[in-house]
């Protein structure tokens, strides 16, 4: 989510509407979502920001400036804590798909008008929400199919206020109800939405702390419950709306 250090962008429609489509047609093409954040930031890197300030925990986080990409790309950090724990899952999944950190930060930077770099609280901030990113996956139950990125994204929409979130869940859930699979693949959408809206606020958190505590405790402090409708969804139909002309 770039930000300007004046705190607002200006919102691009047409550009985010471009940026979708190119998304998708390809869902590995990680770079769109970086293009449709920046065309609709507007202020929420700037809101969410301010709203860590509000919270004791936020507040530190935001004194530390902790750059999150650094602390998750080390390997030999993750592999030490514990075996039931949320970074334990994290290191299982980046490892089972061959992602990191900074592959991730490398993809926002291809966006040309970025300023995710900025030495600024509010890029921070953004670069912060990029970098949990599959931090969330795990904590929300989420795979990385077409279907469970377009519900940590749906997750990720009350949580940041952002509208590019919001319009990358709606477009994949309109394309999921043209494949008509047969499944819940749209209400699961929704249904992570929800879970956004009642679960606690997950930007402020002590990441680092979070990584090392058991991954059901975790889930169980933060109010997220079980992704219901996303796991009644079989395997091979998760992707299904690719199969759409």
């Not at 080390?74 to 950190?101: M, Q």
Request: glycine share 6%.
């Amino acid at each position: 989510m770039p930000v300007s250090r004046a705190g607002r962008r200006r919102i691009q429609p047409v550009r985010a509407i471009r940026a979708l489509r190119r998304l998708l047609a390809d869902k590995e093409d990680t770079a769109q979502v970086f293009e449709i954040m920046n065309a609709l930031a507007g202020d929420s890197a700037r809101r969410g920001y301010l709203k860590m300030l509000r919270t004791p925990e936020g507040g530190d986080q935001a004194f530390r400036m902790t750059e999150l990409a650094d602390r998750l790309q080390d390997k030999t950090w993750l592999r030490a804590l514990p075996a039931d724990s949320v970074g334990a899952a994290y290191l299982a999944l980046i490892e089972e798909r061959d992602f990191s950190a900074y592959g991730l930060a490398e993809e926002s930077r291809k966006v040309a008008d970025t300023e995710i770099d900025a030495a600024h609280p509010y890029a921070w901030y953004a670069r912060r929400l990029r970098d949990v990113h599959d931090i969330w996956h795990v904590l929300t139950g989420y795979q990385t199919d077409a279907l469970g990125e377009a519900c940590v994204v749906a997750f990720s929409y009350p949580q940041t206020r952002s509208t590019g979130f919001g319009l990358i869940a709606a477009g994949v859930a309109l394309e999921f109800m043209r494949a008509r699979t047969g499944h819940p693949c749209a209400r699961a959408i929704l249904q992570a939405w929800q879970r956004g809206r009642r679960a606690a606020w997950l930007p402020g958190l002590d990441y680092e702390a979070l990584l090392a505590e058991p991954l059901d405790k975790a889930r169980a402090r933060l109010g997220l419950s079980g992704p219901t409708l996303y796991d009644q969804v079989p395997v091979d139909a998760r992707n299904a709306y690719r199969d759409v002309a």
